[in-house]
Every structure is written in C-alpha cells, then in structure tokens.
C-alpha cells in the first residue's frame, strides 16, 4: 500500500466497507465519501472511532489521528442537527 494513503473499515447502518484514502485528506472527505459509497441523504454524519467512540473533528485530516490500518471508524448521523 502507498505510504501516502491508508485503509479504513467504516461501520454504517447500512453495512460495512473498507475504503482508501489519502492521509491527508480531511475527516469530512471521509464522510461524504462513506454517505455516497452506502446510499445515504445528504445531511449532518459524524464518524466515530469505534475503539474510543471519539468522534472525529471534519476539519481534521486523517493524518492527525495517527490512524492504524484498518481500523474501524462508524458513520452515525448526527444527533440533535435538526433545526
């Protein structure tokens, strides 16, 4: 595998796939992507980190996290986005 890209498992209502990304791509990227990849609406998605249920900031890029390989990230809607 590329040392600029990483492999990430996301969980989602709708299943589970293992997506690649650039490290340096930001935490929204992956979510839009993972909204798209498993046939969800636009609209407010937070991602997770399953082992700590931190959840991750949009604005952050991946690299920051210090992720390891294939580690489990959950798309979850956001709660309380309603207006």
Do not use: C, W
């Amino acid at each position: 595998m590329d040392q600029k890209q990483i492999e990430l498992v996301i969980e989602s209502p709708r299943g589970t796939a293992t997506m690649t990304f650039d490290k340096t791509a930001k935490v929204a990227e992956v979510i839009e992507a993972a909204r798209a990849r498993f046939g969800f609406e636009p609209g407010a998605f937070v991602l997770r980190r399953a082992n700590t249920n931190e959840a991750l900031a949009p604005e952050r890029p991946l690299v920051s996290y210090q992720f390891k390989e294939h580690e489990v990230l959950r798309l979850v809607p956001e709660m309380g986005s309603g207006v």
